[in-house]
């Protein structure tokens, strides 16, 4: 594959999570959208806070291409976890739009430099600080295709809906009865397995 094939395949991959990402928001009320779902907090419109940084910094600053006027959570001294939740002032609206405009900067320099052009991750470790286009692609596309799981589990515990794209959901044909049922067996088999374990000596043998 060339240099121009590969990265095109890359992009192409990292425009997809982007999408499904913010599907995950479809429909959804503020409340829905910033609701903490997890014991650590993970919840839709703080994911996509994240990884709007995260296209700022690793596409703009990276490669000395700053995004311009940046928010202030990204460019001033912030509270720990603080780009992973919106506050109240913040809406919806005003997250998914800074999200489009930071992924159309990173597009820019994704189709403006070849693969092999290289950047400083001041963050990172002293022997991986000097990175590719190439390095930096994958790594977006395994942060953003991580969340957009974080993301697909989050909206599922929000209101039941789930689902790998609009148009391909990826599930079978199945009512809230067969799902039930469905759950009913995983937790059969669950609990058999967990009582197989108490009933084994120590070490399997």
Request: with cysteine.
């Amino acid at each position: 594959m060339s240099g121009d094939a590969l990265k095109d395949d890359l992009h192409r991959n990292l425009r997809d999570a982007r999408a499904v990402l913010l599907w995950k928001l479809d429909g959804l009320s503020e409340y829905q959208a910033r609701q903490p779902m997890t014991p650590h907090g993970t919840n839709l419109l703080g994911l996509v806070k994240h990884l709007t940084g995260c296209e700022m910094g690793y596409f703009g600053y990276v490669f000395n291409r700053p995004f311009l006027d940046p928010p202030p959570w990204l460019t001033q001294p912030a509270e720990p976890m603080g780009d992973m939740w919106a506050t109240a002032d913040e809406s919806r609206h005003d997250i998914t739009q800074l999200y489009r405009r930071a992924c159309a900067h990173s597009d820019t320099t994704i189709e403006s430099l070849e693969l092999q052009h290289r950047g400083m991750v001041p963050t990172w470790p002293p022997g991986r600080r000097s990175v590719t286009l190439h390095q930096i692609l994958v790594h977006m596309l395994a942060e953003t295709s991580r969340h957009a799981g974080h993301a697909d589990i989050v909206r599922e515990l929000v209101d039941g809906d789930a689902g790998l794209h609009p148009d391909r959901r990826g599930l079978p044909d199945c009512d809230a009865e067969c799902w039930a049922a469905f759950r009913r067996r995983l937790q059969q088999a669950a609990v058999a397995a967990s009582a197989a374990e108490r009933s084994s000596p120590p070490g399997g043998q």
